[in-house]
Structure formats: structure tokens, C-alpha cells
């Protein structure tokens, strides 16, 4: 595994505190590069957009080493940073890895990225702000396109709505939320040119209600998006991995399948 960080000059949280600041980076789980190209999934941990959660990394990551592809995990920026730093993270982190691609034995038109809850909001910023977020750093890898291929966001907040979770916009956009609340409440966001979309949510989750999934996918398939949504009958809010849900822990599966029937990748 290689750490690699997201700027060459990191920038401060202005908050006065130096502990705040944190430097953006991912981690690297690559399979053998000897082999032909393959897809990869680049992991944005769930949080409130305040925390990383560990369960929805690493072990994210190698899971879908074992289903056949190239992963990523990144650390991105949480509060006190605010909009639009961690979007700005995830858009850097798609250039640099498809920067160093053919290095890493990654097909550059097949990066996926998946995410949970309030990481799902990110992923779903991936699939819609790709036109709108300055990621660019001065360098080579300014030069590559960030927006990814597919998106599969899980059990993600969507919107900052009555409906949404206020928690995530909070931290997102502090004291901005009543302002530009609507505009990054993602399910107004999405058009044609959104990547295919994967879903899942369960129908017991009490922190993000399911209609964040089912009004974004409502979004995708009303814009012509290639869109595939997975309700699940049992398990709360960030369960992972699922693996004491039997029903939702085969979303893995069914999320590699969608990437290789409906988006094309390649998976060994």
C-alpha cells in the first residue's frame, strides 16, 4: 500500500488552530499490474462530513480487491474545513489516479467512486459538480479529466432538506446551509451527462431516510442516467460491509456486477 497525497501546498482550516489542519491523501490497494487493465473503485468514507469512518475504508478497499479490482481510499478533508474542500479533494484524487494509471495498471475510462452516508454525498457531488469544482494544482495532473465513470453511492445523504440529513450540510456548509442548502441537495443537480449510478439503502435506516436514494435515482432515470437502486428490508444506518444483514451484505456483488455489465469494466 502507497500514501499519496492530494496537494502539493497544503491549505489551512483558517479556524486559527493549527491541530486543524490536515492534509488530504490516499491510500493505494493495487492488485497485480502485470495483468491487463482493469476498473478501480476510489472509496470516500461516510462521517457527517466530520470523521472518516475506518469500516468504510480499508475494509471497503479490499473487498473489492477480491471482486477484481484496483482500490483507493481517500482521506479526505472533513469540519471545520468547509465547502468546498472535501469536493475538491475527491475530483484531485480521480486526476491523480488516472495521472498514473497505466503505472498502476488502472483503465483510466474505468474509475469508479463509492461512498457512504455523508461520503455518499461526496460521491453523488462526483457524479454532478464535475463541470463546476476547480481541482486543478499546477501540475501534470491537471490535464485529466475528473469526472468518474460510475458512481455507487450507499445509503448517502442526498439532500439538505427536511428530509435530508442537516447534520451533513452543517459541517459541509456551515453557516452558509441556509443559503446554498438547495443547491447541493443533490437529487436537483443531476443531468445526461451524470455517470451510471448504483444505490443501495435499507429500509430500516432511522439517520438517512431512504428517499435520499430514491429521489436521486428518480433523478438519474428521469435524465436518461443509467441508474440501478437496491432496497434492502433490514440494517441501520452505517453498516458497511452489512455482513450481519444476509440481504444487504450482497451489495458488493451486485455493485461489481452493475460495474461490469452497465459501465463496462473489467474485473480479474
Same mark, same amino acid.
Given at each position: 500500500?502507497?500514501?499519496?497525497?492530494?496537494?502539493?501546498?497544503p491549505?489551512?482550516?483558517?479556524? =486559527?488552530? @493549527?491541530?486543524?489542519?490536515?492534509e488530504?491523501?490516499?491510500?493505494?490497494?493495487?492488485?497485480?499490474?502485470? @495483468?491487463?487493465?482493469?476498473?478501480?473503485?476510489?472509496?470516500?468514507?461516510g462521517?457527517?462530513?466530520?470523521?472518516?469512518a475506518? $469500516?468504510?475504508a480499508a475494509? #471497503?478497499?479490499l473487498?473489492?480487491?477480491e471482486?477484481?479490482? $484496483?482500490?483507493f481510499?481517500?482521506?479526505?478533508?472533513v &469540519?471545520?474545513?468547509?465547502?468546498?474542500? /472535501?469536493q475538491r479533494?475527491?475530483?484531485?484524487?480521480?486526476?491523480?489516479i488516472?495521472?498514473?494509471?497505466?503505472?498502476?495498471?488502472v483503465?483510466?475510462? @474505468?474509475?469508479a467512486?463509492?461512498?457512504?452516508?455523508?461520503g =455518499? $454525498?461526496? +460521491?453523488a457531488?462526483?457524479?454532478?459538480?464535475?463541470?463546476e469544482?476547480?481541482?486543478?494544482a499546477?501540475?501534470?495532473?491537471?490535464?485529466?479529466p @475528473?469526472?468518474?465513470?460510475?458512481? #455507487?453511492p450507499?445509503? /448517502?445523504?442526498?439532500?439538505?432538506?427536511?428530509?435530508?440529513?442537516?447534520g451533513s450540510? #452543517?459541517?459541509?456548509?456551515?453557516?452558509?446551509?441556509?443559503d446554498?442548502?438547495e443547491?447541493?441537495?443533490?437529487? +436537483?443537480?443531476?443531468?445526461p451527462?451524470? /455517470?451510471?449510478?448504483?444505490l443501495?439503502?435499507t &429500509? +430500516?435506516?432511522?439517520?438517512?431516510?431512504i428517499?435520499?436514494?430514491?429521489?436521486?435515482? +428518480?433523478?438519474?432515470w428521469?435524465?436518461?442516467?443509467?441508474?440501478?437502486?437496491?432496497v434492502?428490508?433490514e440494517?441501520p444506518? =452505517? #453498516?458497511?460491509?452489512?455482513?450481519?444483514?444476509?440481504?444487504?451484505?450482497?451489495?458488493?456483488?451486485? &455493485?461489481?456486477?452493475f460495474l461490469?455489465t452497465?459501465?463496462g469494466f473489467?474485473?480479474?
Amino acid at each position: 500500500m502507497e500514501t499519496i497525497k492530494l496537494w502539493n501546498h497544503p491549505e489551512s482550516a483558517n479556524t =486559527g488552530n @493549527q491541530a486543524d489542519d490536515f492534509e488530504p491523501y490516499f491510500e493505494t490497494y493495487l492488485l497485480d499490474k502485470s @495483468q491487463p487493465l482493469r476498473g478501480a473503485v476510489v472509496v470516500c468514507p461516510g462521517g457527517g462530513y466530520s470523521c472518516r469512518a475506518p $469500516h468504510e475504508a480499508a475494509p #471497503i478497499a479490499l473487498k473489492f480487491n477480491e471482486l477484481g479490482f $484496483h482500490a483507493f481510499v481517500v482521506h479526505y478533508r472533513v &469540519a471545520p474545513y468547509r465547502f468546498p474542500a /472535501p469536493q475538491r479533494d475527491i475530483f484531485r484524487a480521480v486526476k491523480l489516479i488516472r495521472s498514473r494509471a497505466a503505472e498502476w495498471g488502472v483503465d483510466a475510462s @474505468q474509475i469508479a467512486v463509492l461512498g457512504f452516508s455523508a461520503g =455518499g $454525498h461526496l +460521491t453523488a457531488c462526483a457524479g454532478t459538480l464535475f463541470n463546476e469544482i476547480d481541482a486543478n494544482a499546477g501540475d501534470e495532473a491537471d490535464a485529466y479529466p @475528473q469526472r468518474p465513470d460510475a458512481i #455507487i453511492p450507499c445509503y /448517502p445523504v442526498i439532500s439538505f432538506s427536511k428530509w435530508g440529513h442537516s447534520g451533513s450540510g #452543517i459541517n459541509l456548509l456551515g453557516e452558509r446551509l441556509g443559503d446554498l442548502g438547495e443547491r447541493y441537495s443533490l437529487e +436537483t443537480r443531476v443531468t445526461p451527462e451524470t /455517470p451510471p449510478a448504483f444505490l443501495w439503502h435499507t &429500509a +430500516t435506516d432511522g439517520s438517512v431516510p431512504i428517499r435520499n436514494s430514491m429521489e436521486f435515482a +428518480t433523478a438519474c432515470w428521469n435524465n436518461g442516467v443509467k441508474a440501478e437502486l437496491h432496497v434492502f428490508p433490514e440494517g441501520p444506518h =452505517g #453498516i458497511g460491509l452489512a455482513a450481519d444483514y444476509p440481504d444487504a451484505k450482497r451489495w458488493p456483488e451486485l &455493485a461489481a456486477t452493475f460495474l461490469k455489465t452497465t459501465c463496462g469494466f473489467t474485473a480479474r
